[in-house]
T-cell receptor, first 115, second 116 residues
Framework: AQKVTQAQTEISVVEKEDVTLDCVYETRDTTYYLFWYKQPPSGELVFLIRRNSFDEQNEISGRYSWNFQKSTSSFNFTITASQVVDSAVYFCALGGRAGAQKLVFGQGTRLTINP | DGGITQSPKYLFRKEGQNVTLSCEQNLNHDAMYWYRQDPGQGLRLIYYSQIVNDFQKGDIAEGYSVSREKKESFPLTVTSAQKNPTAFYLC???????????????FGAGSRLTVL
């Protein structure tokens, strides 16, 4: 069975601090995909990144970066120099091979950036 | 702009009543999904459909029903058999299986159902 664990329920930091959101996954598939979504107060989930299991390179997009480590089954998300607009609930998700489109989501981490 | 429209945004229901949540997409996506979100539990899959006139149960399908008569539409009915229907419901869509980016979901803004 597939499972995603986001152990941090809530995180609160002051603006401009760096913050890392943890994600640990479990799967028996050799091919799989990992995702991060952002849910602002409006409610709509916004896609941030997809990473397949064969690509362990870290990725950076502006202030966002992702660290994928198969050895520890983790796919952590770091926001550098956080801003108030980063306040949201962030979900990590796990999907199977292409064609198996069901995603399993973690419980989510509520991130609050205080001015 | 293409996207997913969910309606109504807020819905109140008396116990014992069925309610239907609407989901329409103009992204030309083949697959559509319904998720339920409860505080502290993340998103759980209710039903999904990969093609018109076909759908499969997700992890928590009991007390719910769906139809997929048109590619653009995937309505969800919350029946009186659903024992704890108060939740936030999210509809999503994606490209067909094996298409590039097939498992990237696009979400609607959600519908919040409250049972009185």
């Amino acid at each position: 069975a597939q499972k995603v664990t986001q152990a941090q329920t809530e995180i609160s930091v002051v603006e401009k601090e760096d913050v890392t959101l943890d994600c640990v996954y479990e799967t028996r598939d050799t091919t799989y995909y990992l995702f991060w979504y952002k849910q602002p107060p409006s409610g709509e989930l916004v896609f941030l990144i997809r990473r397949n299991s064969f690509d362990e390179q870290n990725e950076i997009s502006g202030r966002y970066s992702w660290n994928f480590q198969k050895s520890t089954s983790s796919f952590n998300f770091t926001i550098t120099a956080s801003q108030v607009v980063d306040s949201a609930v962030y979900f990590c998700a796990l999907g199977g091979r292409a064609g198996a489109q069901k995603l399993v989501f973690g419980q989510g981490t509520r991130l609050t950036i205080n001015p | 702009d293409g996207g997913i429209t969910q309606s109504p945004k807020y819905l109140f229901r008396k116990e014992g009543q069925n309610v239907t949540l609407s989901c329409e997409q103009n992204l030309n996506h083949d697959a559509m999904y319904w998720y339920r979100q409860d505080p502290g539990q993340g998103l759980r899959l209710i039903y999904y459909s990969q093609i018109v006139n076909d759908f499969q149960k997700g992890d928590i399908a009991e007390g719910y029903s769906v139809s997929r008569e048109k590619k653009e539409s995937f309505p969800l009915t919350v029946t009186s058999a659903q024992k704890n229907p108060t939740a936030f419901y999210l509809c999503a869509s994606s490209k067909g299986a094996f298409a590039p980016g097939a498992n990237v979901l696009t979400f609607g803004a959600g519908s919040r159902l409250t049972v009185l």
